[in-house]
């Protein structure tokens, strides 16, 4: 398991429900139906955990490897105004992200309209991937096009193929990478 996402995990982990006064009879919750492939309740959860274990929480504006400003989980210009010397805290930041994934789901809409076909890892991937390199390069990649076409293991190997930044390959590109083409290749 990687480090970095069981932490997010933890961090996102909801606390349990507050147990009841002693000789006050529980009632049985009902059981609840497994989310169906391709909810939005599924891609959102892997995604948040996704994307917030590759782009880390930094409560204050700071440039990234090639110079661009970025806070939080990776919130740029392109997501809100954002300026050194900006500051939020944890909670604030994920309610940015949280706010900010839809925003990207959108785009992968656009670029790959039977997206709610794919199983949840799937979609959770290439949102992840969009939110890192934007929905203009989503769209003209060769990801969206054997996607679109059916291969979908040609699509998500192609998602290796951006691994580079200002030029230059980066270590956590590449793992981000894999991670993401280890998940699109999941069919759960």
Same mark, same amino acid.
């Given at each position: /398991? @990687?480090?970095?996402?069981?932490?997010?995990?933890?961090?996102?982990?909801?606390?349990? =429900?507050?147990? =009841? #006064?002693?000789?006050?009879?529980?009632?049985?919750?009902r059981?609840?139906?497994?989310?169906?492939?391709g909810?939005? #309740? #599924?891609?959102?959860?892997?995604? /948040?955990?996704?994307?917030?274990?590759?782009?880390?929480?930094?409560?204050?504006?700071?440039?990234?490897?090639?110079?661009?400003?970025?806070?939080?989980?990776?919130?740029? @210009?392109?997501? /809100?105004?954002?300026? /050194?010397g900006?500051? *939020?805290?944890?909670?604030?930041?994920?309610?940015?992200?949280?706010?900010?994934?839809?925003? *990207?789901?959108a785009?992968?809409?656009?670029?790959?309209?039977?997206?709610?076909?794919?199983?949840?890892?799937?979609?959770?991937?290439?949102?992840?991937?969009?939110? @890192?390199?934007?929905q203009?390069?989503?769209?003209?990649?060769?990801?969206?096009?054997?996607l @679109? #076409?059916?291969?979908?293991?040609?699509?998500?190997?192609?998602?290796?193929? *951006?691994?580079?930044?200002?030029?230059?390959?980066?270590?956590?590109?590449?793992?981000?990478?894999?991670?993401?083409?280890?998940w699109?290749?999941?069919?759960?």
């Amino acid at each position: /398991m @990687n480090p970095i996402l069981e932490f997010f995990r933890r961090l996102f982990r909801r606390p349990p =429900p507050p147990r =009841p #006064a002693p000789g006050i009879p529980v009632p049985h919750p009902r059981p609840t139906p497994a989310t169906p492939a391709g909810t939005k #309740a #599924a891609w959102v959860a892997l995604a /948040m955990t996704l994307v917030a274990g590759w782009e880390g929480l930094y409560t204050h504006a700071y440039r990234d490897p090639i110079g661009v400003v970025t806070v939080c989980y990776g919130i740029t @210009n392109a997501d /809100m105004k954002v300026k /050194m010397g900006d500051r *939020y805290t944890a909670e604030e930041c994920k309610k940015l992200l949280g706010d900010a994934l839809p925003r *990207y789901d959108a785009q992968v809409r656009k670029c790959i309209p039977k997206i709610d076909e794919f199983p949840p890892h799937r979609h959770a991937a290439l949102v992840s991937f969009t939110y @890192n390199v934007g929905q203009g390069n989503l769209c003209k990649s060769s990801v969206a096009r054997h996607l @679109n #076409a059916g291969r979908i293991k040609q699509g998500c190997d192609a998602l290796l193929l *951006y691994n580079k930044a200002g030029g230059r390959v980066l270590k956590g590109l590449v793992n981000r990478r894999a991670q993401e083409h280890e998940w699109c290749l999941r069919s759960d």
